[in-house]
């Protein structure tokens, strides 16, 4: 689920004080004390702990393989580098920034490794978090039609506020801000560091796949402000996603390639996450026509509430555009849920590299099975 639903009303009740100018009466109050600030700042913490208790997504979620599942990592028969780019909500000052870059290889005993980077940046406090992954899967051959790919990951995340953006009193006269920095030395130690692990898989033929995975098995405490009663055990998190691609006929032979090897098919496929008591699923179809995909998606649970607000997140737009062996990719989810278009939504962008070290990849029509998965090949 998107960092939205579950945080519709704290954000809902922000913009509408922001409209009336009421969030500015403290930063412009130049008699908050530091201990009024730390206090705030601890308020917002246990907001973020209680209210969103979830993981960052990606829209793009086949463009961001090793995030979604470790099943994945290096099922291209090669290897593969990719960055991930998020930015939710950037008309609002409680916006959501996620960035990872990732490489993983096939080192051709049926064995595949993967390292992950995920940095995040959540709510009004500059709350984030940076994690790194890494990642194993091994491919078993169940019969001429059917592959399954299992995979495990182990990660390390550390998870802070930056304070950084504060402004004190000492740094405003008459005019406005005059100073860039304060001689207010605040040094909270608001940081928790903790590992975990995932563990998933992918079934997959030709045209069809399905995978599953279980994040967050350790389900580590992640308050900033543990030893003082208070904890915020990270729920785990579980995915279902799969597919079905369809080759479009072309010319007389019907195979969904062109005669210059340009694929032509069309790809329906979803991705269901529930994390705590917060679910939401990806429903949508991908077009591709070489070197270009398309890709349309609904984001919602429609016969579902949340806090009385109806589970309608957001319809995602998607363009992608295929270069020898790159991959790049821009998404727009369109914002339809009670915060409205004002939040600007959410910009996402990927950029996918393929290489191999050694002998060439054979030709497609050689290989063994292929996983269907848009974006892999």
């Known amino acids: 689920m998107t960092k939205g639903n ?22 412009k109050n130049r008699s908050m004390n530091k201990f009024r600030l730390v206090i705030l700042l601890l308020f917002l913490a246990y907001l973020n702990n209680k209210a969103l208790g979830q993981d960052p997504q990606f829209s793009q979620y086949y463009a961001a393989p090793l995030y979604l599942n470790p099943g994945l990592v290096g099922i291209n028969g090669e290897g593969r580098a990719g960055i991930n780019y998020r930015n939710q909500w950037p008309s609002i000052d409680a916006n959501f920034e996620t960035f990872s870059a990732w490489v993983d290889y096939n080192f051709n005993f049926n064995s595949s490794g993967g390292l992950i980077i995920t940095r995040d940046r959540e709510g009004l406090a500059g ?88 994040h967050n098995i350790f389900e580590p405490d992640q308050s900033l402000i543990a030893g003082d009663g208070v904890s915020s055990p990270l729920p785990r998190r579980f995915s279902l996603h799969g597919g079905y691609k369809l080759p479009l006929r072309v010319g007389s032979h019907g195979k969904g390639t062109t005669p210059d090897g340009k694929e032509r098919s069309v790809t329906p496929s979803f991705n269901y996450r529930s ?7 990806d429903l949508g179809i991908f077009f591709t026509l070489e070197p270009v995909i398309l890709g349309l998606w609904y984001r919602g649970i429609p016969i579902k509430t949340v806090d009385g607000f109806s589970n309608h997140e957001s319809i995602i737009v998607h363009l992608g555009l295929t270069k020898g062996i790159a991959t790049f990719g821009y998404s727009y989810d369109l914002t339809i849920s009670e915060l409205g278009v004002n939040t600007g939504g959410a910009h996402e962008v990927s950029l996918i590299y393929n290489f191999r070290i050694g002998l060439p990849k054979p030709p497609k029509d050689v290989q063994r099975l292929r996983c269907p998965v848009p974006f892999i090949f």
């Open 6 to 27: 579950s945080f519709s009303n704290l954000i809902y009740n922000y913009l509408f004080c922001k409209e009336h100018g009421w969030c500015e009466i403290a930063a």
């Open 127 to 214: 709350l984030s978090s940076t994690s790194i992954g890494l990642q194993y899967a091994y491919e078993l051959e169940l019969n001429s039609k059917w592959m399954f790919r299992p995979g495990v990951q182990l990660s390390y995340t550390t998870r802070d506020l930056n304070f950084n953006k504060l402004t004190f009193g000492d740094q405003f006269d008459n005019t406005g801000l005059v100073n860039p920095t304060s001689t207010e030395l605040l040094d909270s130690g608001l940081k928790v560091n903790y590992l975990d692990m995932a563990f998933g898989g992918m079934f997959f033929s030709n045209n069809l796949w399905l995978g599953g995975v279980m």
């Open 275 to 281: 994390q705590g008591k917060f679910d939401q699923l």
